[in-house]
């Protein structure tokens, strides 16, 4: 579902810049399956669980920001922009 962000980016859905969303998606990509798929043992751990729920987290309080776009409340831009410090 993220590689649709690329999508959308590139279609202008979205104020993300392409590359932007290229990147964070293959960075993504690749920690999920070329690291995360390569070692099974890191699989079951619990930072694994943490760089997962950090990852839906931001996508939890970025979305919404995406979908109120002029009308998005204050506290939910800055908590947008503030949560992405420690998530990431």
Known sequence: ASVLEVFHAGLKLTRSP???ALMQWAGRTHVLIAVTHAI???????????LIVAWALTEVIRYPSYALSQSCPGWL???RYTMFIPLY
């Open 18 to 20: 392409m590359s932007a």
């Open 40 to 50: 099974p043992q890191l699989q079951t751990t619990t930072a694994a669980g943490i």
């Open 77 to 79: 831009n800055w908590l």
